[in-house]
């Protein structure tokens, strides 16, 4: 399905047969494409990237579809590795996290950190932790194959 290029957010760089790579999703997805392009949001003479999840209804494109600044997916990015790290080591605590220092880490951007913890206002967090630590046990393999992919890449890039 190709993705439109009549909308706000304007196409540069796309993948059109996401829909077959969606994780556990795949051939099954709502998420037909993504793309990198011209952002929705730009003003005259200010022209911003982002990357754009596109999902169709079956009938339509859905007004569900993401456009995110491309910064915004490296933080999701980086909150991801984070949070895999930290749930390699989680079984030392009884929680899963430490209560008491609900902090995973402080990740240092742009001379101030972007602070990784455990929600502990969710009122069924240590429910909660346990379920979210099996999916992501569950998906261990569909993570770490773009894990991989994406070392893989930053070293070809010097990073």
């Known amino acids: 399905m190709k993705i439109p290029t009549?909308?706000?957010h304007k196409p540069v760089i796309v993948s059109e047969n996401y829909e077959n790579v969606d994780g556990r999703y795949a051939y099954e997805s709502d998420a037909k494409g993504l793309s990198l392009g011209l952002a929705q949001w730009n003003d005259r003479g200010k022209v911003d990237i982002s990357a754009k999840v596109w999902r169709y209804t079956g009938e339509k494109w859905s007004r569900q579809s993401e456009e995110l600044p491309l910064h915004r997916v490296l933080d999701l990015a980086i909150l991801v590795c984070r949070t895999k790290l930290h749930f390699r080591e989680a079984y030392r605590y009884e929680k899963l996290y430490d209560p008491e220092n609900p902090v995973i880490d402080r990740v240092g951007l742009q001379g101030d950190a972007m602070t990784v913890a455990v929600c502990t206002d969710n009122d069924r967090i240590d429910e909660d932790i346990k379920l979210f630590n099996q999916a992501l046990s569950n998906d261990d393999e569909l993570m770490g194959e773009?894990?991989?992919?994406?070392?893989?890449?930053?070293k070809e890039m010097g990073y």
């Open 146 to 154: 773009r894990l991989r992919t994406l070392a893989r890449l930053l």
């Open 6 to 8: 009549s909308l706000k």
